[in-house]
C-alpha cells in the first residue's frame, strides 16, 4: 500500500510543531548573517517593505529547512514552499500564503531583479521557468542582491545605491523610497509641506542648476530680507501687480526662470498665470521660463484636473507619490 502523500501544509505545521515542542526558535534570528531587520531596511529603500515581501526574501535566505529533497530554501524554493514558510515557521498562520498572492510579494522582487527563475530538474537548478507549470518551477535570490543583504552596516547603502544605478525600475523605486521619508519628516500634510518636497525633491533632481530665489509658504512679509537679496543677485523684482508663484528659481549659467506651483486646493500653473509670468521674464530680459504643477498623490492630481483641465500646455505636472517621473502637458499640432 501507497504511503500517504504529506502536503506542504502538514510537512510545515508538522515542522512547527517541533520546533515549539523543543523551544527552538522556528527560524532563526539571523540567516546567512542577515537579520530580518536588514531586509525591511533595505527594502524599505526601495520601496517595497510591506510584511509579504520582507517575509519572502527572508525566507528565500534560508539556509536551514529544506525546500526540496537535499535543497535549502536559499537554494530553490516554490511559491508553495514559500507561503508556508511565511505563514507556519515564519508567522501563526493555519494557511499558506495563497499562490495568487505571488504577484504581489514575488513579482515585485522579480520586476526589480532581487528574485530569479529557476527550476528543478534531474536534480540541479536551471536558470528560468524553462517547463510550463511545474512544480519544480522555483525562486531563488539574485546573488547580487544577497550581497547587499550580507554588506557591512556601514556599506550596504552604498552597495544598494550602485546596485540601482544598473537598473531603471530599481532607480525609480528608490526615487519614490526616498519621497516616502522625505513625507515623514513632515508634519504638515497641506500646502506646506507640499512646496517642501517640491523644493527639496523635485527642484533638486529635475531642475539641476537651478536656485530657489523665492518661496511663498509663510504669513507676514512675503518676500524676506534674504530672498530679497537673491531676488537683486538674479535682477529680478516682484511687485504687487505680479502673480507670486509658489517657488520662484533662476539658472545663472542659462538665465532661465522657473515657478513652481504646488497644488492641494488650487491654483495650477493655467494659460493666466503663464501669460502673467511670461511678462514677468520678458521686463527683466529673461532668456526664458518654465512651470511644473506639483500635486501630492495620484488621487489629488485626478480630481482637481478630472474637474478643471487647466494644466498649460508646455507646461510640466510631478506627483510626489510618483516622484520619479515629470509630465509635459502637451495639445495636438495643426498637422493631426
Known amino acids: 500500500m501507497a504511503a500517504k502523500r504529506v502536503t506542504v501544509e502538514e510537512r510545515f505545521r508538522a515542522l512547527r ?6 523551544s527552538k526558535p522556528r527560524v532563526p534570528k539571523k540567516l546567512q ?42 537554494d530553490g524554493a516554490n511559491t508553495a514552499r514559500i507561503g508556508a514558510h511565511i505563514a507556519f515557521l515564519q508567522r501563526d498562520g493555519e494557511i499558506k500564503l495563497d499562490r495568487e498572492g505571488r504577484d504581489y510579494w ?10 530569479e527563475p529557476v527550476t528543478l530538474i534531474k536534480g ?3 536558470s528560468g521557468h524553462v517547463v510550463a507549470k511545474s512544480g519544480n518551477s522555483a525562486y531563488r535570490l539574485d546573488e547580487a542582491f544577497t550581497e547587499i543583504l550580507k554588506a557591512p552596516d556601514d556599506k550596504w547603502e552604498s552597495v544598494l545605491k550602485k ?61 524676506s530680507e534674504e530672498e530679497k537679496k537673491k531676488l537683486k543677485e538674479a535682477d529680478v ?17 542659462t538665465d532661465w526662470l522657473w515657478c513652481i506651483e504646488a497644488v492641494t486646493s488650487d491654483g495650477e500653473v493655467d494659460a493666466h498665470k503663464v501669460k502673467q509670468l511670461t511678462k514677468l521674464c520678458e521686463r527683466h530680459g529673461k ?9 501630492k498623490t495620484w488621487r489629488a492630481a485626478a480630481a482637481r484636473q478630472g474637474a478643471n483641465k487647466n494644466l498649460a500646455i508646455g507646461s510640466f505636472m510631478w506627483i510626489a507619490e510618483d516622484p520619479s517621473r515629470q509630465f509635459e502637458v502637451r495639445t495636438f499640432t495643426q498637422n493631426d
Open 106 to 115: 514575488i513579482k515585485p522582487l522579480r520586476d526589480i531583479g532581487a528574485v
Open 287 to 295: 532668456k526664458g521660463i518654465g512651470f511644473t504643477t506639483t500635486f
Open 17 to 22: 510543531k517541533e520546533s515549539d515542542a523543543e
Open 163 to 223: 546596485w540601482n544605478s544598473q537598473d531603471v525600475t530599481r532607480r525609480r523605486l528608490e526615487l519614490q523610497a526616498e519621497a516616502a521619508e522625505e513625507s515623514k519628516k513632515l508634519v504638515d500634510t497641506g500646502h506646506k509641506d507640499l512646496i517642501k518636497l517640491s523644493v527639496n525633491f523635485y527642484a533638486k533632481r529635475f531642475l539641476p542648476g537651478f536656485k530657489v530665489l523665492y518661496v511663498d509658504d509663510s504669513d507676514g512679509d512675503r518676500i
Open 33 to 74: 548573517g542577515v537579520t530580518k531587520e536588514r531586509v525591511q531596511k533595505v527594502l524599505a529603500k526601495l520601496d517595497l517593505d510591506n510584511a509579504d515581501i520582507v517575509d519572502c526574501v527572508y525566507a528565500l535566505l534560508d539556509d536551514t529547512h529544506t525546500s526540496y529533497p537535499g535543497f535549502k530554501f536559499s
Open 237 to 253: 523684482s516682484l511687485t504687487i501687480e505680479d502673480a507670486f508663484p509658489d517657488v520662484l528659481l533662476w539658472n545663472s549659467e
Open 124 to 126: 540541479e537548478f536551471f
